[in-house]
């Protein structure tokens, strides 16, 4: 659910009407509504309640610090794989002892800030990264958690960019390799070993790929406890699916309902690393039609918004649906519309946001609302072709804020140097 409605032929972000927003900030502009946010963020800790479990948002998903900031306080945990990422949830309010960091190339800089901050525990991809926080503590005089990442060798049935848990993919470690340090844990004389990570893969739509990889997880955390190791938290990866288009996904409390079973009664921490549900459909990417156009029998409606703003649908060919922020009188009496290729200004073919989509007739001027684009939307976006990227704003009930300026051309040049031999 969330809260974007049209009320008389007009779109709203919970009480304000998203073209007034887009009028005073202009466009392309990245709006989100703060309540969808808490809303899916309360029923997914809500689902889990029975055991004990947190919830660390991937800030990947969405790392505006003003939507941290608003997690943070609820009490979520989160979920980084940078310095970058750490950075900016400690400067947002996060709790260090919520947040645990993941990713395959960790450098030494990294571990040692992280280290510094006193994170929850590191998800480990690797033996030598394994050896390098060791070797980071050892400097540190330092003690520090991990939590070891197991490939569960499942099929989460997803798109083949977003699936992490299969054999061939260079997330986690395989079974023997994960059993192999574990035996050797006592070397690593600076390190806890406390956990076992699993993340499978993304926009997942069904229990049954977790539930098989949780299976395995706790066979492992079985086995690590005959050789005397207790393993206090399982982190069972984000990747629950949400609407684009037609899809069905498990809502928080059918997912609950087919995991919680496997877990209760285990004494386990559980992580959950949810970003997508949390903040998938809490954003859309508001842009205006520029131009209209028609080429060997396609339409084209040309959109100020391009593939640097939002590459989902250029980069795995994803769905997200657009509709009109003010429908105009044709719309409205019923018109039939007209089937568009909806398209940015990027010189590039992959820069369109729908093919052949049939929407209600357009003219140039015409705000369009890109849905869907609040997970995965903003912290993709670039720079290309110099072009500035995006104001955020966040509506809270009948008010709406700025949480991030759109960025001006001396931004663009702001870190580059011509050099000395050039002037
Ligand atoms: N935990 C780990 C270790 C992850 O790698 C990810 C996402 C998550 C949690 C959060 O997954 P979520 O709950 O959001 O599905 N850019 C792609 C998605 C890439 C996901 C990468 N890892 C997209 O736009 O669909």
Known sequence: MHRFHVRRGRLWCEEVPVARVAEELGTPL?????????????????????????????????????????????????????????????????????????????????????????????????????????????????????????????????????????????????????????RRSGQFQNLLFVGLHIHIGSQILKAQPFQKAIRRALDLIGWAKGQGIQIRYLNIGGGLGIVYHREIPQTAAEYAGRILPLLKGTGLTVILEPGRFIVGNSGILVTRVLYLKESHGRRFAIVDAGMNDLIRPSLYGAYHEIQPVAQNGAARGGGRGARYDVVGPVCESGDFFAKNRRLPPLKAGDLLAIMGAGAYGFTMASNYNSRPRAAEALVNGGRWHVIRERERYQDLVRNERIPAFLK
């Open 30 to 182: 990245y709006l989100y509504s703060y309540r969808t946010i808490l809303d899916h963020f309360r029923k997914l800790r809500g689902a889990f309640a029975p055991i004990h479990a947190l919830v660390c948002f991937a800030v990947k998903a969405n790392s505006n610090m003003a939507i941290c900031r608003a997690l943070a306080r609820a009490g979520a945990g989160f979920d980084v794989v940078s310095g970058g990422e750490l950075r900016k949830v400690l400067q947002a309010g996060a709790d260090p002892k919520r947040i645990v960091y993941a990713s395959v190339g960790k450098t030494a800089e990294e571990i040692e800030r992280a280290v510094k901050a006193e994170i929850l525990f590191f998800n480990v991809e690797s033996a030598q990264e394994l050896e390098q926080i060791q070797a980071v503590c050892r400097r540190l005089r330092r003690r520090q958690r991990v939590s070891l990442r197991l490939n569960p060798e499942v099929d989460p049935h997803t798109h083949s960019f977003i699936t992490t848990g299969h054999r061939a993919s260079k997330f986690g470690m395989d079974l023997a390799t994960v059993k192999a340090l574990l």
